[in-house]
């Protein structure tokens, strides 16, 4: 850069202060608080998150519980964030030219946060890192354990994945500026980086892995429907899977129309502009309230979205279910709302066309920030459903459960 404005790219005062590595930073390791969070509440419910995905318990009494194991690698990884922030502060005086050249402090720490997960060091949380690779290793080709090898866990982790799907495109958009000799990952990101598809190919991965996910499930279920009527016992098809399948591949016309609009030339798709935009809108539509509604259906369990009979059973109330952990049926209505609002809003996050609009840059993070606390709030429920399902017995079209007397998937 050399310093003249009319070709150095102009930041406003929230990309002065939080360049997009920072952004990319902050957001990761705010959800490993977050989970050290949900570990801290659900243990205190007595609810044994652990033995749900299968990680193995503690061989000691001595030994830290799971949640001080996890807010202890959180505070390793927020320590020298804070440290690099302040140093970025310090040198560059909120002035472009010095945030344009000084890009190597946020990416430097970008590289401890990788160098910290995989260093095989005991005293930073060595097990629960060594899992979260493995499992990660396993889920990011869509792959998925069995029952008793932690499907829970892969199913949880690929699922906050999809939350982080706008994130691993900043986290490629930061790393490509990195390496290009015509622009800085600490100025305006260029979301066109690597090609027009690139990024949305990025944002896609974690509803592609949930999909191939759900798909392995569905086989798994014929295999077994397979061998239960060789058996002579009844057993369901799997829909439940396939319908699970489509939810995540709603968000694929989103974003695949959300680039098209993003680079649209006229005559390029024979689609106008306006065309192609009500389309989009439509299948923005479609995702977050099929979405919204297998949260609370589905992975929750809850009635509020059943019929009349079910939401106003007097076993339990208005909406709600029996077996719950959580007292107040205030909290349960508290997070449907959440969950519906913010599905709304994450639905068109998923949408790289609305970037080009600078003063949109602090608003993007503000909603990558919320759609983390949407998800900090659904694993809550999710877990706390696992829990019911597992000790209460499952719902009657429990989709995880599969092999529980065989009433799961039962259509």
Not at 109 to 131: D, N
Not at 173 to 183: D, G, H, I, N, Y
Not at 232 to 237: L, T
Not at 345 to 371: C, Q, R, V, Y
Request: one cysteine or more; a positive charge.
């Amino acid at each position: 850069m050399d310093g003249d404005p009319a070709v150095e790219p102009v930041l406003d005062t929230f990309g002065l202060i939080l360049p997009l590595p920072y952004r990319v930073a902050v957001i990761i390791v705010l959800g490993i608080w977050a989970w050290g969070l949900n570990l801290h509440y659900l243990s205190l419910l007595k609810i044994d998150v652990p033995a749900l995905i299968r990680y193995p318990s503690r061989s000691s009494s001595g030994l830290p519980s799971h949640h001080l194991s996890t807010y202890r690698l959180a505070t390793l990884l927020t320590i020298p964030l804070a440290g690099s922030l302040c140093l970025f502060w310090i040198v560059t005086h909120g002035q472009t030219r010095r945030v344009l050249n000084w890009e190597i402090l946020p990416q430097s720490y970008l590289f401890l946060l990788v160098l910290i997960f995989v260093l095989p060091v005991q005293s930073l949380s060595k097990g629960g890192r060594y899992r979260f690779l493995t499992t990660l290793k396993r889920v990011s080709i869509g792959g998925i354990a069995e029952v008793q090898d932690g499907r829970f866990g892969d199913i949880l982790l690929a699922d906050v994945l999809t939350s982080y799907a706008k994130v691993l495109g900043d986290l490629f958009v930061s790393a490509c500026m990195f390496f290009s000799s015509t622009s800085s990952s600490t100025g305006m990101p260029n979301r066109s980086c690597g090609g027009q598809f690139m990024v949305p190919l990025i944002i896609s991965i974690p509803s592609i892995i949930r999909l191939r996910q759900c798909l392995i499930e569905f086989f798994r279920v014929r295999r077994q429907k397979d061998r239960l009527s060789v058996a002579g016992s009844p057993s369901g098809w799997g829909g439940q899977h396939l319908a699970n399948a489509l939810k995540y591949a709603t968000a694929f016309p989103v974003i695949i129309l959300s680039a098209l609009q993003r680079g649209y030339e006229p005559g390029s798709v024979g689609l106008s502009e306006t065309a192609l935009f009500r389309l989009w809108l439509l299948f923005v539509i479609l995702n977050s309230f099929y979405s919204f509604y297998w949260d609370v259906a589905k992975d929750w369990d809850l009635s509020m979205l059943g019929s009349s009979a079910e939401r106003e059973n007097p076993d339990h109330p208005y909406g709600l279910r029996r077996h719950r952990c959580f007292k107040s049926p205030r909290t349960y209505y508290t997070a449907i709302v959440v969950d519906l609002l913010l599905r709304c809003t994450w639905s068109f996050k998923l949408s790289p066309h609305l970037d080009h609009f600078n003063d949109l840059e602090g608003g993007i993070f503000a909603m990558e920030f919320l759609e983390v606390l949407r998800r900090w709030v659904w694993v809550f429920f999710r877990v706390e459903t696992e829990w019911v399902r597992n000790n209460r017995g499952p719902a009657p079209d429990d989709i995880l459960l599969g092999d529980y007397n065989g009433k799961a998937d039962d259509e």
